[in-house]
Antibody, heavy 123, light 108 residues
């Protein structure tokens, strides 16, 4: 059974930093790309970042580019999101999601999601 | 950047058919995926690759995609289907993922 468990959320001041983790189990972690998706309170889903299975390729939404860094440790089956220069608008539940890649550059979707971790940016 | 447009809300009586649309420029050329999210829960994939259902998703859920509109259809709607529904695509021009704004399905 696929399980994704996020941790590391909490209250942080504007301009501060936080590192989220996502512990994965139930599948061959290194074979799959992974992603972070967030949801601000009462709002819709917003894709944040993705990383290839090897970790060699990373992708970011414009809203977080230059401030957030996605990474993974395949020896620990763990995905990370380092968040720096946090802003009030980064307040959200952050979900870790397993990526299923379609062939022939048809893109990808998210077949499994964690329960999320809440990040609150406030003074 | 690519934009997906969903109606904010759709209402339907139990036993009837609900149709939730997702509009985008030439969306028929892209693969569309749909997620269901109930209050306080993580999203769940209900349709992928326009019209395929993951295991465990009832046959009442179906999808289609053509032209500028993709549609999620829920037949014989039940009270338990009440949730927010999001469409999602991958924009090949930017290599980024795009979600629609979400549609709240209310079962009357």
């Amino acid at each position: 059974e696929v399980q994704l468990v996020e941790s590391g959320g909490g209250l942080v001041q504007p301009g501060g930093s936080l590192r989220l983790s996502c512990a994965a189990s139930g599948f061959t972690f290194s074979s799959y790309a992974m992603s972070w998706v967030r949801q601000a309170p009462g709002k819709g889903l917003e894709w944040v970042s993705a990383i290839s299975g090897s970790g060699g390729s990373t992708y970011y939404a414009d809203s977080v580019k230059g401030r957030f860094t996605i990474s993974r440790d395949n020896s620990k089956n763990t995905l990370y999101l380092q968040m720096n220069s946090l802003r009030a608008e980064d307040t959200a539940v952050y979900y870790c999601a397993k990526v299923y890649q379609l062939p022939e550059r048809k893109g990808y979707y998210f077949d499994y999601w964690g329960q999320g971790t809440l990040v609150t940016v406030s003074s | 950047s690519y934009v997906l447009t969903q109606p904010p809300s759709v209402s339907v009586a139990p036993g009837k058919t609900a149709r939730i649309t997702c509009g985008g420029n030439n969306i028929g050329s892209k693969s569309v995926h749909w997620y269901q999210q109930k209050p306080g829960q993580a999203p769940v994939l209900v349709i992928y690759y326009d019209s395929d259902r993951p295991s465990g998703i009832p046959e009442r859920f179906s999808g289609s995609n053509s032209g500028n509109t993709a549609t999620l259809t829920i037949s014989r709607v039940e009270a338990g289907d009440e949730a927010d529904y999001y469409c999602q695509v991958w924009d090949s021009s930017s290599d980024l993922v795009v979600f629609g704004g979400g549609t709240k399905l209310t079962v009357l």
